[in-house]
């Protein structure tokens, strides 16, 4: 076997330049693409990528190129792989009892007959992964025979590739138990032996490395606690590191530090790579057993798309080689999954940004460069070092990224300015002023993006419709969805957002200090894709943004209809931040941004306005220690941009697909008149959390998943709306989907939108009765 390489990445983007898998995928769902040709896209893709990175500087040869691709989730693949799929899958796995496309998506998106895996947050990402539910009845078996197939594939075509699968330590760390009061982690025991065969199997297919995911033994934030995830970890590797006719195996921990325990624990296994972030983690110390094992040092961020200082990247790299006799190697602190594909594709962006920018191509090279810097001496790779150095100075200096204004605004900020009136006092005005029955129905925000909407988006950005024409088109859409809420019963209603291409680049495009991608896409689930904007300077708002579109929508209706902004921590989440200043003074500058926008919506007449945070548990820290100077910044950037809005507007806010328990005292220092949060997926779990927390102000736990096209019936809405009043008291419960509506389609959504509606009534009749 081949010695490990000196420059590889943990991973590549896998939806494809042009998303050519999520259409392939979503056609396969309509039934327009069969399975094989299905499976011939994403062979396609799949050599493609080979190609694209072996052109980049990465190996065919050495194991450099891993092989990540997935139709939907690693951790779904890994689950599937083992057979770890739910009883109420079996009906659909093949005769021989594997899991199949059938039984894979059902998973995922569930079906007529059957919910899907939960879904969450990916450590501290917008990647979203399935849950995996494993308890006693769980049975271990090798179910796909993936993995190998792609390793064989890549062998025909004479590439030797490096699998990455998740780990078994942190497959079981996330998965949820079926039975109260066990662990997943029990089933270690039981699941090795069939990792052990996964192994063999990848060798026989022509495997010489295999990468193990192992995020789990960065993070203190688990229902489990470290101490046992490194034990887990030692008997994990203890088991896989001896096991007969294996690839070597390289173990990453992204995301952050390993902790101390979980880091010995792997050094003294019989492993032959370990693979440390060095982006958002420190230099690892020595331990025993380290010496015998390569170490690959991510220097270069996956999650970011800076050039960022590769002389200073070199350096940290170099400083490894007093660890380890076997050698060093450059990598990736995470996969390049997290990043879009190709800056030079961006021809709209102002060149001078572009210079500062490295997407995952650009960081291909940066791993070709550092590898070659190992191999033949820092002078062979002099002149890339310098080019990037230059580029960094340049961003320190431009136009725009420093701001005098906004900066005097910022400094100027006093408590005050964090700080609403009492909340009952809101309340009582709120009450007078609003009239809104008990049990209140609204939806999160946006309705359906059509092909009629996208198409017409299109045409005006290619200036084939005037503004006029485009502006027509968005009225006409919003009064259909007036009109339809109205038809329907809802109480609160919105505008639908039509003329939202995504909830935060929307706002990126009229704010100062941000740009936006023309093909900038990266994958937050399944076959769903967001374009991150680029915050690259100072924060302002030039104009008000909203509020126009807010304004015609209440004309139209006696309802209330709610304005619609999204929040200043998942602004920062869901965008590619500035890396030269502390999140909080950026978070600041966007909150002010807004706080002036709802001055101007309470100013058009609207009355309810909706901030939406669903990133607030996502940015939450692995480490515990760096937890409360983040929950202090991000609550303290909502309550800054809310702070300004009058007693009598009520102030709304939404979270979603995030495990939330242990954020609940930072949802509550929120201090918003209305919550609504993502329940139905997780089975309503945070309801009992919003109980036992004594959680005052309104909350609208999720009624029906909007990320499966499953139309919940009225009795099952009903169900978890009755949970939910019976566990807080009614005059705080709303009633909403999990979240917004713009991925579904009318049918469906009209279709969940009576029931939902019709079990509200159902369950006032109840409360009227019990009165």
């Known amino acids: 076997m081949t010695a490990f390489p000196a420059g590889t990445i943990l991973g590549y983007p896998r939806i494809g330049r042009r998303r050519e898998l999520k259409r392939a995928v979503e056609h396969h769902w309509s039934g327009t693409l069969d399975a094989d040709a299905l499976e011939a896209v994403a062979a396609d893709l799949?050599?493609?990528?080979?190609?694209?990175?072996?052109?980049?500087?990465?190996?065919?040869?050495?194991?450099?190129?891993?092989?990540?691709?997935?139709?939907?989730?690693?951790?779904?693949?890994?689950?599937?792989?083992?057979?770890?799929?739910?009883?109420?899958?079996?009906?659909?796995?093949?005769?021989?009892g594997g899991v199949g496309l059938a039984a894979y998506f059902a998973a995922a998106r569930g079906d007529a007959e059957r919910a899907p895996l939960e879904m969450t947050k990916w450590f501290d990402t917008n990647y979203h992964y399935l849950v995996p539910?494993?308890?006693p009845e769980t049975v271990f078996a090798p179910s796909s025979d993936r993995f190998a197939r792609q390793v064989a594939e890549a062998r025909a075509?004479?590439?030797?590739?490096?699998?990455?699968?998740?780990?078994?330590?942190?497959?079981?760390?996330?998965?949820?138990?079926?039975?109260?009061?066990?662990?997943?982690?029990?089933?270690?025991?039981?699941?090795?032996?069939v990792y052990a065969r996964l192994l063999a199997d990848l060798r026989a297919a022509g495997a010489e490395w295999v990468q193990l995911d192992e995020p789990a033994l960065v993070s203190e934030s688990l229902p489990v606690t470290p101490g046992v995830l490194a034990a887990a970890a030692e008997r994990a590797y203890a088991v896989l590191g001896t096991s007969a006719d294996r690839p070597r195996i390289l173990v990453a921990t992204p995301?952050?530090?390993?902790?101390?325990?979980?880091?010995?624990?792997?050094?003294?296994?019989?492993?032959?790579?370990?693979?440390?972030?060095?982006?958002?983690?420190?230099?690892?110390?020595?331990?025993?057993?380290?010496?015998?094992?390569?170490?690959?040092?991510?220097?270069?961020?996956?999650?970011?798309?800076?050039r960022g200082d590769l002389a200073g990247a070199f350096a940290r790299l170099d400083s490894l080689r007093s660890l380890s006799a076997a050698g060093i190697s450059a990598g990736t602190s995470t996969s390049l999954q997290h990043v879009p594909h190709d800056v030079a594709e961006e021809t709209a962006l102002d060149e001078r940004l572009v210079?500062?920018?490295?997407?995952?191509?650009?960081?291909?090279?940066?791993?070709?460069?550092?590898?070659?810097?190992?191999?033949?001496?820092?002078?062979?790779?002099?002149?890339?070092?310098?080019?990037?150095?230059?580029?960094?100075?340049?961003?320190r200096e431009a136009p725009g990224v420093r701001d005098?204004?906004?900066?005097?605004?910022?400094?100027?900020?006093?408590?005050?300015?964090?700080?609403?009136?009492?909340?009952?006092?809101?309340?009582?005005?709120?009450?007078?002023?609003?009239?809104?029955p008990l049990l209140p129905t609204t939806t999160i925000g946006s309705f359906p993006q059509t092909g009629d909407i996208r198409r017409a988006r299109a045409r005006h950005a290619r200036?084939?419709?005037?503004?006029?024409?485009?502006?027509?088109?968005?009225?006409?859409?919003?009064?259909?969805?007036?009109?339809?809420?109205?038809?329907?019963?809802?109480?609160?209603?919105?505008?639908?957002?039509?003329?939202?291409?995504?909830?935060?680049?929307?706002?990126?495009?009229?704010?100062?200090?941000?740009?936006?991608?023309?093909?900038?896409?990266?994958?937050?689930?399944?076959?769903?894709?967001?374009?991150?904007?680029?915050?690259?300077?100072?924060?302002?708002?030039?104009?008000?943004?909203?509020?126009?579109?807010?304004?015609?929508?209440?004309?139209?209706?006696?309802?209330?209809?709610?304005?619609?902004?999204?929040?200043?921590?998942?602004?920062?989440?869901?965008?590619?931040?500035?890396?030269?200043?502390?999140?909080?003074?950026?978070?600041?500058?966007?909150?002010?941004?807004?706080?002036?926008?709802?001055?101007?919506?309470?100013?058009?007449g609207i009355a309810i306005v909706q901030v939406d945070e669903p990133a607030l548990r996502e940015l939450l820290p692995l480490k515990l220690d760096d937890q409360p100077a983040y929950l202090d910044w991000s609550v303290g950037a909502f309550r800054l941009a809310t702070a300004g809005a009058g007693d009598a507007t009520q102030v709304h806010t939404h979270l979603c697909y995030s495990e939330f328990a242990v954020v609940i005292d930072a949802i509550a220092a929120l201090d918003a008149d209305v919550t609504s949060i993502e329940a139905a997926r997780s089975h309503g779990e945070v309801i009992d959390d919003i109980a036992a927390s004594g959680f005052a102000h309104g909350i609208g736990p999720g009624v029906y998943d909007i990320h499966s096209p499953r139309v919940p019936g009225t009795e099952e809405i009903a169900d978890i709306l009755q949970r939910a009043v019976d566990a807080v008291p009614t005059r705080q419960v709303w009633v909403n989907p999990d979240c917004g509506l713009k991925t579904r389609g009318y049918d469906e959504t009209v279709a969940a939108l009576r029931n939902l509606v019709a079990a509200t009534q159902s369950v006032r009749e109840g409360i009227a009765v019990t009165a």
Do not use: C
């Open 133 to 135: 539910e494993i308890g």
């Open 463 to 604: 200036g084939e419709s005037t503004t006029d024409e485009y502006e027509a088109f968005l009225r006409d859409e919003i009064a259909r969805v007036i009109e339809l809420q109205e038809e329907l019963g809802l109480d609160v209603l919105v505008h639908g957002e039509p003329e939202r291409n995504d909830m935060v680049q929307y706002f990126a495009e009229h704010l100062d200090g941000f740009a936006v991608t023309e093909h900038g896409w990266v994958q937050s689930y399944g076959s769903r894709a967001t374009r991150p904007s680029i915050l690259w300077g100072d924060v302002s708002r030039p104009a008000p943004i909203t509020v126009k579109w807010a304004r015609y929508a209440q004309s139209l209706t006696a309802q209330h209809v709610k304005g619609m902004l999204t929040g200043p921590v998942t602004i920062l989440a869901w965008s590619f931040v500035r890396d030269d200043q502390p999140l909080a003074d950026t978070a600041r500058q966007v909150a002010l941004a807004l706080r002036d926008e709802i001055t101007d919506l309470e100013a058009a």
């Open 355 to 395: 210079s500062w920018l490295a997407f995952a191509d650009q960081k291909v090279g940066q791993i070709a460069t550092l590898a070659r810097g190992l191999t033949d001496g820092t002078a062979a790779i002099d002149a890339e070092l310098a080019a990037a150095s230059i580029a960094l100075a340049d961003r």
């Open 255 to 306: 995301y952050a530090q390993a902790t101390d325990a979980a880091w010995r624990a792997l050094a003294a296994s019989p492993v032959e790579a370990l693979a440390v972030d060095l982006v958002r983690g420190d230099l690892p110390e020595t331990a025993p057993g380290l010496e015998s094992k390569t170490v690959v040092g991510g220097v270069i961020d996956g999650r970011n798309i800076w």
């Open 46 to 96: 799949r050599r493609a990528t080979r190609e694209r990175l072996a052109e980049l500087g990465l190996g065919r040869d050495d194991s450099s190129i891993p092989e990540t691709f997935s139709f939907y989730d690693q951790v779904l693949d890994a689950a599937a792989a083992v057979g770890a799929l739910p009883a109420r899958f079996d009906a659909l796995r093949e005769a021989d």
């Open 404 to 436: 005098g204004a906004v900066r005097d605004r910022a400094a100027a900020l006093t408590r005050t300015d964090f700080a609403r009136s009492d909340y009952e006092e809101r309340v009582a005005a709120q009450d007078a002023a609003l009239d809104l």
């Open 157 to 193: 075509d004479g590439f030797t590739v490096r699998p990455v699968i998740v780990g078994p330590v942190t497959l079981l760390a996330l998965a949820k138990s079926t039975v109260a009061g066990a662990t997943p982690l029990d089933r270690l025991d039981d699941l090795l032996p």
